[in-house]
């Protein structure tokens, strides 16, 4: 089965760029089944979606983050990445990674165990 | 501010059922079967327990079900048990290559 696991910076500062990688095991971003997903959990509140990449390469992203979010993929590392500028105390949050089944469907069946990104000086 | 709104808390004591509402729009849980549900346990991910609307995942115990009706999703759980104490998070597509989330749900076992 699939296994998810983040990789990144703990601490970033404010203005700067989030960047984050997921490493699949147990499959592969090449699949033409899936889409590989970011989501976040700011502390004691709720998910939010970020974006999605395909093997392709083609993106979607969340309408209230897009001018700052690029998601990309890398096949022969079987990883994708989340890059996140311009960053603020509110981009304080657990980033998740995820698979999202795809032909069609939006629900997430695997995510990684979260990394909490703080944003401060 | 998230897109759906869930109650912030629910409770309900062992072997009770406890239903937990999921509201959005016309745009979003109104208009596309695609709802799901997460489970999440303390400083854990979340797990899918329901998708499109009312389907469990393999291994999701049948003490979990989802329905709809208008542009209220809801989850129910049946015969609670103490292991069932979590968070737990609606998510619907919206349109547009767009999904959204609702802020959360506290469940208590009594």
């Known amino acids: 089965q699939a296994q998810l696991q983040e990789s990144g910076p703990g601490l970033v500062r404010p203005s700067e760029t989030l960047s984050l990688t997921c490493s699949l095991s147990?499959?592969?971003?090449?699949?033409?089944?899936?889409?590989w997903s970011w989501i976040r959990q700011p502390p004691g509140k709720g998910l939010e979606w970020i974006g999605d990449?395909?093997?392709?390469?083609?993106?979607y992203y969340s309408p209230s983050l897009k001018s700052r979010v690029s998601i990309s993929i890398d096949t022969p590392k079987n990883q994708f990445s989340l890059k996140l500028s311009a960053v603020t105390a509110a981009d304080t949050a657990v980033y998740f990674c995820a698979r999202r089944v795809g032909g069609g469907w939006y629900y997430f069946d695997y995510w990684g165990q979260g990394t909490l990104v703080t944003v401060s000086s | 501010q998230s897109a759906l709104t869930q109650p912030p808390s629910a409770s309900g004591s062992p072997g009770q059922s406890v239903t937990i509402s999921c509201t959005g729009t016309?745009?979003?849980?109104?208009?596309?079967?695609?709802v799901s549900w997460y489970q999440q346990h303390p400083g854990k991910a979340p797990k899918l327990i329901i998708h499109d609307v009312t389907k469990r995942p393999s291994g999701v115990p049948d003490r979990f079900s989802g329905s709809k009706s208008g542009n209220t999703a809801s989850l129910t759980v049946s015969g609670l048990q103490a292991e069932d104490e979590a968070d737990y998070h609606c998510?619907?597509?919206?349109?547009?290559?767009?999904?959204?989330f609702g802020g959360g749900t506290k469940l208590t076992v009594l």
């Open positions: 016309s745009s979003d849980v109104g208009t596309y079967d695609f």
């Open positions: 147990g499959g592969s971003v090449s699949s033409r089944s899936y889409f």
């Open positions: 990449i395909f093997y392709s390469g083609t993106t």
């Open positions: 998510s619907s597509y919206a349109g547009s290559s767009n999904i959204v």
